[in-house]
Nanobody, 126 residues
Framework: VQLQASGGGLVQPGGSLSLSCTAS????????AGWFRQAPGKEREFVVV????????TFADSVKGRFTISRDSARNTVDLQMNSLKPEDTAVYYC????????????????????WGQGTQVTVSS
């Protein structure tokens, strides 16, 4: 499966932004989807994972309550809605997919994801 992330941009603190990850070459509903992000000078970090076949979703504590994730089977996408954005959310956001599933509360390592999108820049600044 090939992934393409889109929807990044510049937004003011407190604003909202929606990212989409579009899959081609396979049904996204049969893959666990993850979002990771990498801020300048930092390592890539986990944001959220949504397992296929049951919908178990785990968010990183840093985004819990502000970000939501949803699947659109018609568009074959996984969408990340980001609300109440903070400057520290500034990063390149990557979507990823794997056939593995994860237990509730698990923060999967990025090495468990075999499919990656190209990344989209999110900048939160006034």
């Amino acid at each position: 499966v090939q992934l393409q992330a889109s929807g990044g941009g510049l937004v003011q603190p407190g604003g909202s932004l929606s990212l989409s990850c579009t899959a081609s070459g396979g049904r996204f509903g049969l893959y666990t989807a993850g979002w990771f992000r990498q801020a300048p000078g930092k390592e890539r970090e986990f944001v959220v994972v949504s397992s296929w076949g049951g919908g178990i979703t785990t968010f990183a504590d840093s985004v819990k309550g502000r970000f939501t994730i949803s699947r659109d089977s018609a568009r074959n996408t996984v969408d990340l809605q980001m609300n109440s954005l903070k400057p520290e959310d500034t990063a390149v956001y990557y979507c990823a997919a794997t056939r593995r599933r994860f237990a509730s509360g698990a923060y999967p390592d990025q090495s468990t994801f075999g499919y990656w999108g190209q990344g989209t820049q999110v900048t939160v600044s006034s």
